[in-house]
């Protein structure tokens, strides 16, 4: 039950020489707000007596205005609160999630300008929540950000796992060194797939994951990003002080705002604990309620399909090789010629609906089924897609019974190319040609520059675009799995139809030369604190020249890791990404996949490390059935971990899948065993886990003639 209550005096908030102190419900936490010389608004964070976050100023700066907001202000009013309160997601990692705080609201207002500009904080017992608020005003009613100056000054030289500022990808691998490394290392962090060159040779992006050298986790990130540009990290490496850098828009401006407005929420998350920063949902309870009231149409959903045989380069997305004549709407393919490498044929996806039916998966994802990739390959792309019109040999109809009479849903791609404008002027018709077709989710995709010229994938403008997608699809009951689209912020809370992204490098990078094997074990800590990703594990064919012969990439991982990336993965849309003929060489291991769930009742965190391994065992939503997964970095290791999260009184049949002794991520990653052993809440399971590697467990309750035979693990 929530509870609200408007405190005084000495409980939450200490007036002492103007200073205010807030801090969390364990205590643990201590937050102080003070104004500066020159009336510079400021605050500081500590965690258990020690300094996080040294005095950092806030503020923003405007243009074309004399005085920002910024400095000269006086504190006329402070309002305090306690929230105490639990809410039900839709789906996620846990059947309820707490949200408990105090907030510490502060009216500051402008001397000269009579401007007010209110800063609320809230503080959890894992992290900070803060944010702008800009009151209905007479003097401040429009006006253009400059930018944000938002600071965090560090303790000290920390451990950070970064990615280069860039406007439009988070498509890197991690760069793990030292902040004053970052400016040394930058130029190497950037690949190939860069969209731009960097803001700033300190400039990263959020969520930013550190850890100091007392044993510290701290993470940077935003919360409910809505009408507002993407915030990056400006590093002085000098001073160690992060402060805040918006995306651009096409003028060079940061935001446009008509108050009353409030900024997103500016996110710390700490603990000495890191299993508590992958367990926090603080960046969800800073999102506003559900606003979709009948949820029942959103489903979690485990899906395969054609995408795999597209990316390594086996097929195209392309029907032709020639350029058909194009006009605005008209595409003519009449005088066209296959080139024979189509993937999103009918016979092709019937095959796909066959697999998904023969094993129990609920969709098929068809990417390429729509006229004009020639034309997009082309750039001819800002009118290139209308999203209803699909090619010559995609027979949409047989397609779309073919896959009800298998109990199969089809899942709907639309590539924009970027072309935001185009996207929006066919919204409508295209989701109601869902909806006719028995299609209730789509794959959306922003691949390549932005449309209209010189607006970027994370300012305010396109931001507003992804969540006029989602609210639109929703007034259709359609679920949105969003590609190339801004990082998370826990936006799924309040819309839950946005049921995944992608906004981070997936497995689609090992079909282009491989990611780092410890990627997956930095994600969790970064990318998914905001929100879930579309990662597309479940790759048994590590070598992607036996897909494709003209493609020698690699992927970085054993298959018991891809197994594990179930768990370890969070997310309530996950993909068995590999080709149906690869799965039918591994049909014992591929039976984890099947048997896996993705929605959950507990989540519980048990071994973690950013950038080294991370341990997780979660209760599937509704059976009381477990399930467990850890992944490795490059450093073979033992994990040895308490089963106590089983039901006490009963045993289980555990079943094991797990890296072979000789197992390594390059030169062996398809050797594995499976064992069968009997486990209780008593329990205790070692298993050593190779480089690059991982294991996987399913625990089913068994009576004794099911557990008959079987060895028991060993006990406390």
Same mark, same amino acid.
């Given at each position: ?11 939450? =908030? ?8 807030? #801090? /969390?419900?364990?205590?643990? +936490?201590?937050? %102080? @707000? *003070? $104004? ?16 996080? =976050? ?8 405007? #243009? /074309?205005?004399?005085?920002? +907001?910024?400095? %000269? @202000? *006086? $504190? ?641």
């Amino acid at each position: 039950m929530k509870k609200y209550f408007l405190l005084a005096g000495l409980y939450l =908030i200490i007036f002492l020489a103007g200073a205010q102190e807030l #801090k /969390s419900p364990d205590n643990n +936490l201590t937050m %102080n @707000f *003070t $104004l500066q010389g020159n009336g510079i608004p400021t605050y500081t964070l500590s965690y258990k007596n020690k300094e996080v =976050i040294k005095p950092s100023k806030l503020g923003l700066s405007i #243009k /074309s205005e004399k005085e920002s +907001l910024f400095d %000269n @202000f *006086t $504190l006329t009013d402070t309002k305090t609160a306690t929230v105490d309160e639990r809410w039900n997601p839709v789906w996620g990692e846990y059947k309820s999630v707490r949200s408990q705080y105090n907030e510490l609201a502060v009216t500051l207002t402008q001397k000269e300008t009579n401007r007010k500009l209110l800063v609320r904080f809230r503080l959890f017992n894992d992290g900070l929540g803060f944010r702008y608020e800009f009151p209905q005003q007479p003097n401040l009613i429009y006006f253009i950000i400059k930018e944000e100056r938002t600071q965090f000054a560090m303790t000290g030289n920390h451990t950070a796992f970064w990615l280069a500022g860039d406007y439009d990808t988070q498509e890197y691998d991690y760069t793990e060194s030292r902040l004053t490394e970052i400016r040394g290392l930058m130029k190497s962090a950037i690949t190939g797939n860069a969209s731009q060159t960097p803001f700033s040779p300190t400039g990263v992006q959020t969520a930013l994951m550190m850890k100091t050298d007392d044993g510290l986790f701290i993470n940077l990130h935003e919360a409910a990003l809505l009408n507002y540009a993407c915030m990056h990290l400006n590093l002085d490496d000098q001073n160690l002080i992060f402060e805040s850098w918006l995306t651009p828009d096409a003028k060079g401006e940061k935001g446009n705002i008509q108050a009353p407005a409030t900024s997103p929420w500016r996110t710390v998350l700490v603990s000495d604990d890191a299993r508590k920063i992958l367990a926090s949902q603080l960046i969800y309870n800073l999102n506003e309620p559900s606003k979709i009231e009948d949820t029942s149409w959103i489903k979690p959903t485990k899906y395969v399909g054609v995408w795999w045989e597209m990316i390594t380069g086996k097929s195209t997305w392309s029907y032709t090789n020639d350029f058909p004549s194009v006009q605005l709407g008209v595409t003519d393919y009449s005088n066209a010629k296959p080139n024979g490498t189509h993937g999103a044929t009918t016979a092709n996806v019937k095959k796909y609906i066959d697999f998904a039916a023969q094993h129990g998966f609920d969709g098929v994802l068809v990417e390429g089924w729509n006229v004009g990739w020639e034309d997009w390959f082309g750039n001819a792309k800002d009118y290139v897609f209308d999203f209803q019109t699909p090619y010559p040999d995609f027979n949409l109809t047989e397609l779309r019974d073919y896959a009800k009479s298998k109990n199969v849903k089809l899942i709907m791609h639309h590539e924009t190319s970027g072309s935001t404008r185009n996207y929006e002027r066919h919204l409508d018709a295209a989701f109601a040609f869902m909806k006719n077709n028995n299609y209730d989710a789509v794959k959306t995709g922003y691949v390549g520059n932005i449309l209209p010229k010189g607006y970027y994938h994370y300012d305010q403008w396109t931001v507003n675009h992804y969540q006029y997608v989602v609210e639109k699809a929703a007034q259709y009951k359609i679920m949105v799995n969003a590609h190339e689209a801004v990082r998370p912020t826990g936006l799924a809370r309040t819309w839950p139809n946005l049921i995944g992204n992608e906004s981070a490098r997936g497995t689609e990078f090992q079909a282009f030369g491989g990611s780092k094997p410890n990627h997956v074990t930095i994600l969790p800590f970064t990318r998914l604190l905001g929100g879930p990703m579309d990662y597309t594990p479940g790759v048994f064919e590590m070598d992607i020249s036996k897909v494709n012969p003209t493609n020698n990439s690699h992927c970085n991982s054993t298959l018991a890791n891809q197994l594990a990336l179930y768990l370890t993965m969070y997310s309530p849309l996950q993909m068995a990404a590999d080709l149906p003929e690869n799965y039918n060489r591994f049909l014992d291991a591929f039976q984890f996949i099947k048997d896996v769930a993705v929605d959950w009742d507990d989540s519980r965190y048990l071994e973690a490390e950013p950038g080294d391994y991370i341990t997780v065992a979660r209760q599937a939503k509704g059976t009381g059935q477990w399930f467990l997964g850890s992944v490795n970095g490059e450093t073979p290791r033992t994990s040895t971990i308490k089963l106590d999260f089983l039901q006490p009184g009963k045993e289980y049949v555990a079943t094991i899948y797990a890296d072979a002794k000789d197992a390594h991520y390059k030169t062996n990653p398809q050797v594995y065993t499976i064992t069968k052993v009997v486990a209780t809440s008593q329990s205790i399971l070692s298993q050593w886990v190779a480089p690059g590697g991982g294991y996987a467990v399913s625990f089913v309750e068994a009576d004794k003639a099911a557990t008959k035979g079987l060895k028991k693990l060993k006990t406390k």
